[in-house]
């Protein structure tokens, strides 16, 4: 094959971007299993019994254990063993050819989770890949996989090396990508897009069960319609006395006890500081002991993440990033009163960029961070929230005030930034392009 003008880029996506089904022991599809399938008017449905006698005798009755059976049987696609593997036969969908082969329907829904196609204007979309992967699998197993793609793509664009792009959950799996295979030295740039380099507090909060209660319709609203969403919200405010608190527990309890205690992939998107308390609340008996490996595995690694970034910097790899910054965590949680992008909160991304409280600056005197090497360039933000110089790679980092997680996709100005790393070997940091300056406004393209 002729040898590529620009280097192949792999998107590594986020949690909610690689579609997995179930299937049977033949390895038959029987529904899709991630993202959930949800019927809101169902669950109702299903409830109503439970709710009139809730409503009847003005407690409980029984109506918690209802909900947390419902949840527990939503979940059951995406339920994890003891020891970290799934409870169910799931198949990933796969794209294992470029975007150029793949068909139009493939093509729309990779340009749908993640809108590259400027990137792929300039580099042509047979040098575009999409890595689908089990978002509740294990991170090592993932990092296997992403190896075998990646020396697929080395042949088939008959090249040294490829870019990576890790999106939000993808940034912690790429951390297992180079603490695994990083030594083989096949990657030239790293693009961080909102990536979860050190985990999140809203995952953090959901371990602790630090929950709000008085802001659950948010949640609903991401797994139900707006309608069923809309009857809930109604619902929740007939309950008697303390059956809300009662719900919420149990429901918490279902997702903690299906899912999140048992899956490898939630564990790497915890900040490193909360790993030894929640592993020795949940992973200290003796049926964890498999997963506990495996967890503590990659806490090491994600607490090494600046060596690791270091020793792939020594070897000619280049690392860049985008953060967002100034909106809450999603108010479900106790810590919702963090510098975020709603889901992951600013020191992640950043490799712990310093954040004023909400609605507070920074001290006009406060020390300055020891991570730039430009000293006449200030990396305080133009609203004096963020110093970047505290974060691990200032001059290479990216922000965005106010700008949503998801939404940071549709974000032109980070979409341009995107592009130029991966496509312009010339574009080298902050300084690069002074039409890309450091700090910038949330935008959504789609409106």
């Not at 960029?353 to 909400?358: E, M, S, V």
């Not at 790679?393 to 949503?404: A, K």
Request: aromatic share 8%.
């Amino acid at each position: 094959m002729l040898e590529t003008k620009y280097t192949p880029c792999i998107i590594l996506p986020g949690i909610g971007q690689s579609k997995v089904a179930s299937v049977d022991k033949d390895g038959n599809k029987i529904k899709m299993a991630w993202p959930l399938d949800v019927n809101g008017e169902e669950i109702l449905g299903s409830l109503k019994a439970s709710l009139m006698k809730m409503m009847v005798f003005r407690k409980d009755a029984g109506f918690s254990d209802k909900v947390k059976s419902i949840v527990k049987d939503i979940l059951q696609p995406i339920a994890v063993n003891d020891d970290g593997t799934m409870k169910n036969g799931v198949r990933v969908v796969k794209y294992n050819q470029s975007l150029a082969q793949c068909n139009e329907k493939q093509k729309n829904y990779i340009y749908k989770m993640v809108p590259m196609q400027r990137l792929s204007a300039i580099i042509g979309e047979e040098n575009l890949y999409f890595f689908a992967y089990n978002s509740f699998g294990e991170p090592y197993e993932t990092a296997k996989d992403l190896d075998e793609f990646i020396q697929k793509v080395k042949k088939e664009r008959n090249c040294e090396k490829v870019n990576l792009v890790p999106v939000s959950l993808g940034g912690a799996l790429s951390t297992a990508y180079f603490d695994a295979y990083g030594h083989k030295n096949d990657v030239e740039r790293v693009m961080y897009f909102v990536a979860a380099l050190e985990g999140t507090r809203l995952i953090a909060d959901v371990y602790r069960k630090n929950i709000r209660l008085g802001e659950l319709t948010p949640v609903i609203e991401m797994f139900a319609s707006k309608s069923a969403a809309e009857k809930a919200r109604s619902l929740l405010k007939m309950l008697p006395d303390g059956v809300i608190e009662n719900v919420v527990d149990k429901a918490i309890d279902a997702l903690l006890e299906e899912v999140a205690i048992n899956c490898p992939s939630l564990w790497s998107v915890l900040p490193p500081e909360d790993y030894e308390e929640l592993s020795a609340k949940y992973l200290s008996d003796k049926k964890h002991a498999v997963l506990r490996e495996k967890t503590d595995r990659f806490y090491n690694a994600q607490s090494n993440i600046r060596k690791i970034i270091d020793e792939r910097k020594a070897n000619g790899t280049e690392f860049f990033s985008i953060a967002c910054y100034g909106l809450e965590l999603v108010p479900v949680i106790q810590s919702f009163r963090t510098s975020s992008d709603t889901i992951i909160n600013i020191e992640s991304p950043s490799l712990g960029a310093k954040a004023a409280p909400l609605g507070e600056k920074l001290p006009t005197d406060h020390c300055r961070g020891t991570y730039c090497t430009n000293e006449a360039h200030s990396h305080i933000s133009p609203d004096g929230t963020i110093d970047a110089s505290y974060g691990y790679m200032p001059e290479h980092t990216w922000y965005f005030l106010n700008q949503q997680h998801d939404a940071t996709a549709y974000n032109d100005t980070a979409l341009n930034i995107a592009a130029k790393v991966l496509s312009d070997k010339n574009f080298k940091d902050i300084y690069s392009d002074e039409s890309l300056p450091q700090f910038g406004i949330a935008h959504d393209n789609r409106h």
